[in-house]
């Protein structure tokens, strides 16, 4: 209706000052080209280094676009083949090793569960598997991990275990806090990412890395 009232009064003022009625109406000059008010989105991307006691290390790759879930690149080599459990544990200090990282990322106070199941910590993120040359490769889109946000993940700790995490399934009596998925083997922080050499020092919360 409002639309019908402004295009009559449009037609008024068209037929008496053409010109400046281009002013008050643009979208009514053959010419206009509507603007668009695109929100730039904005990717973000972090990187968390893995190591462990022995060989183990590891490269995990973050990036999470505005609102959209995370994508996990991983990369980790010197691991036994099979199936490790890998989380998200609660903190990113690892003054004592990985045992400093605390327990499951679990903001929501739930059980330990599977990537895909409702009830499950936020930083479950299920196995990795090793094939026989010890590398384990893989990519998870999650969206309980984001990166920024009050559960955000940056400087917490991603923790590669000793066995496989049953998924909160095995029945025994680690299973539904950790998924008994035995010891801590490796770990690393994940930080936002600096192009190098822009910042060749660590900020807080950010690493400098070309990797
Ligand atoms: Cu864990
Ligand atoms: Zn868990």
Redesign the pocket.
Known sequence: MQAVIAARAAQTVLTAFPSQLFLFYPQLNPAFTPISVAVAAETKTAVAIIKGGSQIQGLISLSQPTNGPTTVNVRVTGLKPGSHGF?LHEFGGTTNGCISTG??F?PNKL???APKDKI??A??LGNIVANADGIAETTIVDNQIPLSGPNAIIVRAFVVHELE?DL?KGGVELSL???NAGGRLACGVPYFKLPCPLSQFTRKNCICTSL
């Open positions: 989380h327990s499951h679990n059980k330990h569960g499950r910590h930083g479950d995490d909160g806090p950790t998924g």
